[in-house]
């Protein structure tokens, strides 16, 4: 079944939820949207111009947050029982859509899509494009096979290291899964991934709207937001989300 859109969803304590919002619509170059759900737990950033949204946030009443995708589709109950037919497992359902747990744990939604078509522009040389799933080594080679599986239109490829997996949309959508193995068993986790013409002036950009860098790799930097949530600045194409050319 077709993905028509995905949105990154940015999962933060709900205690530091203002200071989240604050920093990723200031990096995206978005307003917030008006509180949605029971607790005003959800909310959209919503971009300028033409453009549609394809990042939303929302404050977890347990653990430290992380990421996970929205995949808007047509016809969310046939996406549903596709994904269980993959291996997937509906974690809570809801009067139009569903939450589900991939085999490793990992959370994605399924939503109805409404019409959204226009990526947003690259904002000063970077743009949020990605979903890293941080996977144990025992349960990784059933996880790639998992999301090649769930996204039948995209291209499931490996990546530039040997324990990174791609998981890449069709030209024109918004945000690619990247899987990642890791070096030792420990629960699964997500992070957002930003690509980067310029790290470096990208890292002092956030850390002047308050994140902190946590660790600088040669071709990525690990960064805490100001709710202390992690994500990574990574040498690629914001345009094209390939990797940059590297010396």
Known sequence: ???????????????????????????TDTRL?????????????????????????????????GAHLDFAVD??????????GCGAAVAAGHEGWAVLRSPAGQLFCAVAWHGESVRPPVVRGSRLDQVCVDVPPSAYDAEVAFWGALLPDWQSRPGSLPEFHVVEP??????????????????????LDLACADIAATAAEHERLGAKPAFRGRHWTVMRDPAGGTYCLTGRDPETGGLAARP
Do not use: N
Request: overall charge negative.
């Open 33 to 65: 949207s008006e509180p949605r759900g029971e607790q005003g737990e959800f909310a959209t950033l919503v971009p300028t111009g033409r453009a549609d949204a394809c990042v939303k946030i929302q404050g977890v009443a347990e653990g430290a947050g």
């Open 170 to 191: 069709p030209p024109g959508q918004p945000v690619r899964v990247l899987l990642q193995r890791l070096d030792e068993e420990r629960p699964l986790t997500a992070h």
């Open 75 to 84: 016809d969310v109950a046939g996406f549903v029982e596709s994904a269980m």
């Open 1 to 27: 079944m077709s993905i028509r859109w995905t949105y990154a969803f940015i999962d933060r304590p709900a205690q530091g939820l203002d200071r989240a919002q604050e920093f990723w619509t200031a990096v």
